[in-house]
């Protein structure tokens, strides 16, 4: 019988056992632990002001950390990505299938003049944040699949493109046209990183400017977010009033903040203090080493997922590196969005600070996501110690496939060991 959930018994008694990366264990730890503490600070004000119980936005975020956690483990333990590449395409199409969900009365929840969400009785669940998983998940099983004509021909990459342009058309009809943008970027930083031809992507995103221009300007709220993120202090009653709030939340934390819990801005001042204005409130009590000590968090995650991405493709792992290379990507840039929002920096978008920001859907398929790069850099690792242990082996001893993982079916690691410095590709 086929192993849904990794390779035999024997290859798992015999071969390299594999091992979880700290480092990225370290970040992700760090930002949960982190976040829980800022959920609690930011929320008690706006849920006592909702006669809902000064604790019940930091219970919530806990309950869906733990579910989203509770999955991330056992993907991490139990799940190879062949699994995952396997059912990337279904999972793609039922997230088209969810996103259009949201346009069904009385399935679909109309928020803020948005339609986003699915009605799920005792919550709400946003289909985008399934999607920029799916999306990943999708782009690197194609890479893996047609990495040769991703890197030699123009239509090489159209098919993902095409992928990634259908998800974002959906998402700016309820609109959402920050996670469109996020997931576009992300799918064409994937294929450059798979090998594709600049030029090629460029020609193929040229498209998407004239597009982009026309639907910021094409409502009279997205035009409103733009000059009021040019000029906040224009109108700070109305249009500006978010965004001057939170530049106020910052200029009060200066270097080391008025102190956890003692952040004024929070107390109605600022909207959304507890999900996409969280950083004003952290840089308010917390100051510039808080805001700093966040950074070094995201910077460390980012990072470690993406020089992972890179040893992955090295030692023959494309797929897990191409995973790594999208969930960092996407997590990163998702961050730092929140981040340039909360400074004034980029316009007012709806994205949530991964892990830190209260929320739901966001922070139980923010888990997921990175249970799912915890469970590349397992893979990866386990790749390089196999490599290790076919370089170490005794001149004449033959070679023990049992002990070399392969659960895709491919040659032993060490006819494997040549690596072409130009490409990073694996030769037999």
């Not at 990163?332 to 949530?352: E, I, M, R, Y």
């Not at 242990?389 to 060490?414: C, K, Q, S, V, Y």
Request: hydrophobic content about 55%.
């Amino acid at each position: 019988m086929a192993n849904w959930f990794g390779p035999s018994q024997a290859v798992r008694k015999l071969g390299p056992k594999g091992r979880f990366d700290p480092w990225l264990l370290l970040a992700i730890i760090g930002l949960v632990a982190f976040g829980i503490v800022m959920v609690a600070s930011s929320s008690i004000a706006v849920a006592d002001g909702q006669h809902v119980g000064e604790f019940h936005y930091l219970k919530r975020h806990l309950v869906f950390l733990a579910a989203g956690g509770v999955v991330a483990v056992w993907i991490a333990l139990k799940v190879e990505l062949n699994t995952l590449e396997r059912w990337s395409g279904p999972l793609m199409l039922a997230t088209f299938a969810l996103l259009l969900l949201v346009f069904i009365p009385h399935i679909g929840m109309r928020i803020n003049g948005a339609r986003r969400w699915i009605n799920l009785g005792i919550s709400g669940f946003q289909p985008v944040e399934l999607a920029k998983l799916t999306v990943v998940l999708y782009v690197a099983s194609y890479l893996v699949r047609h990495r040769e004509a991703v890197e030699t021909k123009f239509l090489g990459a159209v098919k993902p493109v095409g992928v990634a342009a259908l998800t974002a058309a959906l998402l700016l009809a309820q609109p959402d046209f920050g996670s469109a943008a996020l997931i576009g970027i992300v799918t064409i930083g994937m294929l450059w990183l798979g090998g594709a031809r600049m030029r090629n992507l460029v020609i193929m995103g040229l498209p998407a400017i004239p597009l982009g221009a026309w639907l910021a300007l094409s409502t009279d709220y997205r035009v409103k977010r733009l000059t009021s993120f040019l000029d906040p202090w224009k109108d700070p009653f109305d249009n500006g009033f978010q965004l001057t709030q939170a530049l106020i939340a910052v200029g009060r934390g200066k270097w080391f903040g008025v102190g956890l819990g003692g952040s004024v801005q929070k107390l109605f001042y600022l909207p959304e203090a507890h999900t996409d204005f969280i950083l004003a409130v952290i840089a308010e009590e917390l100051g510039f080493a808080g805001v700093l000590f966040v950074l070094a968090l995201f910077a460390l995650l980012v990072g470690r997922g993406l020089q992972l991405g890179l040893r992955g493709v090295e030692v023959g792992q494309q797929r897990a590196g191409y995973v790594a290379f999208g969930i960092s990507l996407m997590i990163g840039l998702q961050a730092l969005v929140s981040v340039g929002v909360n400074l004034g920096v980029l316009p007012t978008k709806g994205l949530t600070l991964p892990l830190i920001s209260s929320g739901g859907s966001s922070t139980l398929m923010t888990c997921v996501m990175l249970g799912v790069l915890v469970r590349a850099a397992f893979e990866i690792h386990r790749a390089e110690d196999a490599r290790r242990m076919a370089t170490r082996r005794p001149a004449g001893e033959p070679a023990n496939d049992a002990a070399i993982d392969r659960p895709n079916g491919e040659l032993p690691l060490a006819a494997r060991v040549r690596i072409e410095p130009t490409l990073g590709r694996v030769h037999a």
